[in-house]
C-alpha cells in the first residue's frame, strides 16, 4: 500500500509520471491492489491513453465491490465515450 500511498501523493505534487511507476511497483507486489489500478487508469485517461485507461478501470470493475467501483464504472464508460463506443458507454452506466 506504501507505493499505492506515494503515487497518491505525487500525482498530487503534478508528477503523474512519477506516480504511475509507483502504480506499477504497487501492481507487481499485488496486481489485484485496485486503489493502484484505479489511480493509473485516471492518469491514463487524463493523458488521453484512452485504450489503456479502459483495461485499468476494467479491471478494477471485474474486482467486484471495492471502494473505487462506481467511480471506475463511469470514468470507463467516459473512455468509451472519448473512443466513439457511445452504445457500449451506455450499458457500462446503467
Known sequence: MAWTMKGISLKGLGCAE???KCYDKALEIN?????AL????CIL???KQHEEALAYFKRTIALGSNPNYDNARFNA???LIAL???????QSLS
Not at 496486481?31 to 486503489?35: A, H, I, K, V
Not at 466513439?84 to 451506455?90: R, T
Request: aromatic fraction near 8%; hydrophobic fraction near 25%.
Open 18 to 20: 512519477d506516480a504511475l
Open 31 to 35: 496486481p489485484q491492489n485496485f486503489m
Open 38 to 41: 484505479y489511480k493509473k487508469g
Open 45 to 47: 485517461r487524463d493523458q
Open 77 to 79: 464508460g467516459r473512455c
Open 84 to 90: 466513439g463506443c457511445d452504445k457500449e458507454a451506455a
